[in-house]
């Protein structure tokens, strides 16, 4: 089935069989490896991008449901000229990230964590990350990250 997105800003299309999750559209079509696979059963939030503005875990929904809908992976979360979007650059000063497998899905439910919740407490943001596992970092420099990078989207 051909399946229409606007991905990072660009248009795109796929041909994909009807049974083809978003996150192998994304990956193995598109070929934008940024966009994790982690454990397919929607557990671990490796898989996560923001899907019309809101992020969600790519692992357990089809491409073809998602026809026409704008598409967000870490890799578009950069400015064109290579500027990091501000919570990877708070995730890259705290240092939020040990190993970086769940990095990607980390920094995209952060934000839009920051753009649902902008007050959240620390309590509050480990809560709402709950569906991201990482399993170096302990959460602590990541919670600080969130934070950091909240207060830098703020102001930008």
Do not use: W
Request: hydrophobic fraction near 35%; glycine fraction near 10%.
């Amino acid at each position: 089935m051909k399946v229409q997105f606007k991905v990072n800003g660009q248009g795109a299309s796929v041909d994909v069989p009807p049974n083809t999750l978003l996150v192998h559209a994304i990956r193995e079509h598109l070929q934008l490896t940024g966009t994790h696979v982690g454990c397919d059963t929607a557990q671990c939030g490796a898989c996560t991008v923001m899907l019309n503005g809101r992020a969600i875990k790519s692992c357990n929904t089809l491409a073809v449901q998602h026809d026409g809908a704008e598409i967000t992976t870490i890799e578009g979360l950069a400015s064109a000229d290579g500027t990091m979007h501000p919570m990877q650059a708070a995730f890259k000063e705290c240092h939020g990230l040990q190993c970086g497998f769940c990095t990607p899905g980390m920094v995209i439910s952060a934000v839009d964590l920051c753009q649902r919740h902008p007050k959240a407490g620390e309590g509050e943001i480990r809560e709402l990350l709950e569906g991201n596992i990482c399993r170096c970092t302990g959460y602590q420099n990541i919670v600080k990250a969130v934070q950091q990078g909240r207060t830098a989207m703020a102001s930008a």
